[in-house]
């Protein structure tokens, strides 16, 4: 997957995810405003996506690094029916919700011409006077033609595939405890639920070809790197399993903890170089035997 796409944004953005982050933020599978916002998109509408936009204060909109006028990004979205859309599909990848504030991490794909594109971008809202209003958006400048992947897709990511950096040595430890009992090995999968080949990969361990393999051989535990890409850098380095090539980045541990495989070159970084046929040779090499 590469960086988050939180990496080198701007301070307002900054300061809108700190004041978000004092906020007693719960992991949610779903957010109604953001239906809104779809159907909006899909009708071309752009009335209607103005009216989901804060003004007062106004709504800090990024493409990149780069801010862009309210009006521009009303327009990219409105756009796309007249463009010759004929496909939309928002996939939610991560949803922290606050009492009266929401952030959410997107995969936008559509169809056009023929062709598939996609892009990443992440919303923060927050609950007004007049209803639930985004206050800050920052995306891909552009749609780009998504590559072919070889590995499952999930129809609808888990947005709790990753749990709170914080909960990881315990989650390792409870992952160590069980495989302990059940004669299995542990897989450590490094990344962040704003990562979609982390989605893939965990929806291909899932998947009918894969299920039965990996529930009878291995314990899977999930380390939340953050949304920066800092956080359990060093339960990592202890592991041996290096994250400067991206994410997915697996581990493989005996119940005792003792590493029996690390990733050192961004063998699962990306679901469009690997397929099937590599990652059962992963599970069937690593399992334990006898």
């Given at each position: 997957?590469?960086?988050?796409?939180?990496?080198?944004?701007?301070?307002?953005?900054?300061?809108?995810?700190?004041w978000f982050s004092q906020a007693a933020a719960l992991p949610q599978s779903s957010f109604?405003?953001?239906?809104?916002?779809?159907?909006?998109?899909?009708?071309?509408?752009?009335?209607?996506?103005?009216?989901?936009?804060?003004?007062?204060?106004?709504?800090?909109?990024?493409?990149?690094?780069?801010?862009?006028?309210?009006?521009?990004?009303?327009?990219?979205?409105?756009?796309?029916?007249?463009?010759?859309?004929?496909?939309?599909?928002?996939?939610?990848?991560?949803?922290?919700?606050?009492k009266d504030n929401t952030q959410l991490?997107?995969?936008?794909?559509?169809?056009?011409?023929?062709?598939?594109?996609?892009?990443?971008?992440?919303?923060?809202?927050?609950?007004?006077?007049?209803?639930w209003k985004i206050?800050?958006?920052r995306r891909s400048a552009a749609f780009v033609d998504e590559q072919t992947r070889r590995l499952p897709q999930p129809a609808a990511?888990?947005?709790?595939?990753?749990?709170?950096?914080?909960?990881?040595?315990?989650?390792?430890?409870?992952?160590?405890a069980r495989a302990s009992r059940e004669g299995k090995r542990v897989i450590v999968i490094f990344g962040g639920n704003w990562c979609y080949d982390c989605h893939v990969l965990d929806a291909t361990f899932h998947s009918k070809a894969f299920a039965a393999l990996v529930d009878a051989n291995y314990v899977v535990v999930h380390i939340n790197?953050?949304?920066?890409?800092?956080?359990?850098?060093?339960?990592?380095?202890?592991l041996g399993v290096a994250l400067?090539?991206?994410v997915p980045s697996l581990g493989v541990l005996d119940p005792d903890g003792k590493v029996v495989y690390a990733q050192k070159e961004g063998e699962f970084e990306s679901t469009v170089k690997i397929g099937t046929a590599e990652v059962r040779a992963f599970l069937e090499k690593w399992r334990r035997k006898g």
């Open positions: 997957m590469g960086i988050p796409l939180l990496t080198n944004m701007k301070l307002a953005w900054i300061a809108i995810t700190f109604a405003p953001l239906d809104t916002w779809k159907m909006a998109v899909v009708n071309g509408d752009e009335g209607a996506l103005q009216k989901l936009y804060s003004t007062n204060p106004e709504a800090l909109t990024q493409t990149g690094k780069d801010r862009i006028a309210l009006k521009d990004e009303w327009s990219f979205w409105a756009q796309l029916k007249s463009g010759g859309m004929t496909q939309f599909n928002s996939r939610l990848l991560e949803i922290s919700k606050g991490v997107l995969r936008i794909s559509v169809t056009s011409g023929g062709a598939l594109k996609v892009l990443s971008m992440r919303q923060a809202w927050v609950q007004q006077a007049d209803g206050v800050a958006s990511p888990n947005v709790n595939l990753y749990s709170d950096p914080g909960e990881a040595q315990a989650e390792v430890q409870a992952a160590l790197i953050g949304d920066e890409g800092k956080d359990n850098n060093d339960l990592a380095a202890r400067d090539k991206g």
